[in-house]
């Protein structure tokens, strides 16, 4: 494969829980989009047919960039979803790398995440942390006898926030909520409490496990919105695993250079761009995904309407 590899689509992968709407496959419920996944399979451009993982297994850094393969080796390192929220999601905690390896073995990851809020209706909230001054001998009794929604921490939210959660943090996605979710190459969840709903329904809760990551201490971070940079783009977060930028293009070209450090991998939220390189061209419209290669020098997003996408990468 040569230093040329065009950027290319990613397949989304649907999948149905019982909070899902209708709003990422209208007249479907659907709960979850996985639009940038290991698994993954490539719909366009010469790796067509190849999953993520093959085609990061294969390229290593010439795909990856160096900053991912000097972390994680040629697994690709990142999970990106949509999430339309109908009801409350299960009350929830996710481990950290050491503890992932712990509780589940090798070659596991631990999960820390970012929201981004795309639409968010009226009065709409989430559960993050615990309200403060509860002492850690409460939080474990509640976890047990499942009153724990006695000292969650209530946050309103709007369209526009963005919240980083690291592990150990409680949390919860509320109803009326389209979320854009990007994290380690995980999938790790433990259900702390679930609104009554069946455990037969293949919800059980983690009890044990989520007493072994959970973090009185830890709260979701609200993440304060920068002013934009010559109305193009603004870092909403940038941690040790990922970083995610907010891109606006109204009637200007945006031009963006991996340069070898990393992909890029770009969702649009809002309107429909196309993306262009050297011999190659790739149209986004609202919801997909596409996977910029690290090897690319430079590439433009251009606007065929008023659009914004969202650009997750290592950094």
Not at 29 to 35: H, I, K, M, R, S
Not at 145 to 160: E, F, K, M, N, W
Not at 246 to 273: A, D, N, R
């Amino acid at each position: 494969m040569t230093a040329s590899l065009p950027a290319f689509i990613l397949e989304p992968q649907y999948r149905d829980y019982v909070w899902g709407g209708k709003r990422l496959r209208p007249g479907q419920t659907t709960a979850e989009v996985w639009a940038v996944h290991e698994d993954n399979r490539i719909s366009s451009g010469p790796l067509a047919g190849k999953t993520l993982a093959q085609a990061s297994e294969e390229l290593g850094a010439q795909l990856l960039g160096s900053l991912p393969v000097e972390r994680t080796g040629t697994r690709f390192p990142l999970l990106i979803k949509l999430l339309d929220c109908a009801q409350w999601l299960s009350l929830q905690v996710h481990p950290n790398d050491q503890q992932a390896v712990e509780l589940e073995g090798p070659g596991h990851f631990g999960k820390t995440e970012a929201w981004h809020f795309i639409e968010a209706e009226p009065g709409a909230e989430i559960l993050c942390g615990f309200r403060p001054g509860v002492p850690p001998e409460a939080i474990r009794k509640s976890v047990r006898d499942g009153s724990i929604l006695d000292y969650a921490q209530r946050t309103p939210v709007h369209a526009g926030d963005t919240f980083f959660i690291k592990p150990g943090t409680l949390h919860a996605l509320g109803p009326g909520l389209l979320v854009y979710e990007v994290q380690q190459t995980s999938n790790i969840t433990y259900r702390v409490y679930d609104w009554g709903r069946p455990a037969s329904a293949g919800r059980q809760l983690h009890i044990e496990q989520s007493l072994a990551v959970l973090d009185p201490e830890a709260s979701g971070q609200p993440v304060p919105p920068p002013a934009f940079q010559d109305g193009a783009g603004r870092m909403l977060v940038k941690c040790e695993y990922f970083s995610l930028e907010l891109l606006t293009t109204e009637q200007k070209p945006i031009s963006l250079s991996p340069s070898g450090l990393s992909f890029h991998t770009l969702t649009v939220i809002e309107g429909s761009v196309r993306l262009s390189g050297e011999d190659w061209e790739v149209d986004l419209d609202r919801f997909a995904a596409a996977l910029v290669p690290a090897c690319i020098t430079n590439y433009e997003i251009r606007p065929r309407s008023s659009s914004r996408l969202l650009k997750s990468s290592v950094e």
